[in-house]
């Protein structure tokens, strides 16, 4: 289908009107006008200028791409497409245009000329000063290099805060560990009062928590699961044909037309004609971020009975609620705990007042066997395993300082229906007992029905015969 953009000249006190079409690639997502100039840019990632009021159009497409090769010393042929363009607040010809690949050109004259952003790493989120025409202010990821992942260095990484003086030219970092940020200029009149060089931003000045994410890892799984458990899974799926490439980040996915291999940090390059990236996800705190209180970990802020402000509930992925066994605010992306979520925000909001106080469960299906988790293990520095990883068959149980707090089992029937009860009624065993296997599942099940367990599920009938 052909895109077109109509021009249409009223001529006034005549009867005629001039129309005009041009055709673009895509149906347009934004349009800027600095005087004559206009610029375009389709859902495709294409930007159109047009120097003469909309009369004649130029796709500029090849300039971005040419523009980045040079600047970035970039071969990627996907290259020039772009996501967005931001006129600066202070002069409408300064335009930012960011693309794919955090790639970013600048142009001071609408478009005419354009200079790909270059600082050195790749930026994500800019900021025009308000006032200041050549400031700006932009995020970027500190990334592992390919030396550190190489040596299998421990390596993590952390927003910085950069800062240019001189329209993208060239860029100083200001902050490291960086959460959120904005100039402390709102508007003209505060500037008044307000010194123009402020910069408004939250980071953790201990550096550690939330942005340190580890980009190396041993085994897969190995976050939630614990090198012991990992290693057993990674074992199943190499039984099964699944070959790993571990500690070798992505630098580049390639291909003319479609994706034909995937270039790695170590130097292989694999062949591919299908990429699936599971490569998490972030919260999309958006509409919220500038009203409630968001965590570190993302999600919206919210006390134990899911409010988070004055009649204004977070209940699922996005809620971040303090986890009633270690009061620490947690972000849970399972379904079960979604649906329960809703249920006691909904209790909540008809005023009968009700703690969240779940144990979050899930299961996953790896080849013929099935993992069962249950409890909130993050942060877990001891992997206690009863049973024999090598036949994937087996109870872990997952403990910070001393305390039980997660366990994952194996072709272990209803190992996680028990666990998950006797965390609920805070009757686990020690790890210490665990360890030294002064204690086993069917203890811990005689202690869960010593205590006339009703089972706290949906299921209840069905999960009590089972126990
Ligand atoms: C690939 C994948 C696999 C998963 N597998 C499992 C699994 O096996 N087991 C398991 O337990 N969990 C799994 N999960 C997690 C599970 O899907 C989530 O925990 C669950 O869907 C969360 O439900 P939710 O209602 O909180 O959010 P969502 O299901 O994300 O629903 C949020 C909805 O809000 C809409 N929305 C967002 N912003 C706005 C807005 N501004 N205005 C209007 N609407 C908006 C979104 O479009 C979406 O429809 C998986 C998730 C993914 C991505």
Known sequence: MRHIILLLIIQCFASNIDVQISYIDAPLINIHWCSDTVLALTSKGSVYRSDDRGRQWTKMSEIFHRKALIQLEDSDERVGIVNNLVPSPVDKSLVL??????????????????????????????????????????????????????????????????????????????????????????????AKYTPKERILASFEPQGKGHQSISNSTTVPFERVLGKEVGGSLQKLHEANGVEFELNAGVKRIGGVGQVQRVDLLNGKSLQADLVILGTGIQPNNKLAKDQLKISPNGGIETDVFLKAAK??????????????????????????????????????????????????????????????????????????????????????????????????????????????????????????????????????????????????????????SQL
């Open 311 to 464: 009649n204004v509930y977070a209940s699922g992925d996005i809620s971040s609620y303090p986890y009633w066994v270690t009061g620490e605010h947690v972000r849970i992306e399972h379904q079960n705990e979604a649906v329960r979520q809703g249920y006691v925000a909904a209790l909540n909001i008809l005023g009968r007042p009700t703690p969240l106080t779940d144990v979050p469960f899930f299961w996953t299906r790896q080849w013929d066997r099935t993992l069962a988790y249950s409890g909130v293990g993050q942060g877990f520095d001891e992997v206690i395993v009863d049973g024999d990883l090598s036949q994937q068959k087996f109870v872990a149980y997952y403990a910070r300082k001393g305390r039980v707090v997660a366990s994952a089992s194996m072709n272990t029937p209803n190992a996680q229906m028990i666990i998950s009860e006797a965390l609920r009624l805070n009757v686990m065993p020690s790890a210490e007992d665990l360890k030294e296997k002064k204690v086993n599942l069917d203890d811990i099940k005689k202690i869960v029905l010593s205590k006339g367990s009703s089972c706290h599920c949906k299921r209840a009938g069905q999960c009590q």
């Open 97 to 190: 245009f960011t693309g794919t690949d955090q790639i970013a050109w600048i142009s001071l004259d609408c478009g005419k000329t354009i200079t790909a952003v270059n600082a050195g790493k790749q930026l994500r989120e800019y900021q025009f000063h308000p006032l200041e025409k050549d400031w700006i202010i932009a995020s970027a990821w500190k990334q592992c290099g390919s030396d550190e992942l190489l040596a299998g260095t421990p390596c993590v990484s952390y927003k910085e805060l950069l800062l240019s003086q001189d329209t993208g030219i060239t860029w100083h970092q200001i902050a490291t560990y960086v959460n959120q940020f904005t100039w402390g200029v709102k508007n003209k009149e505060m």
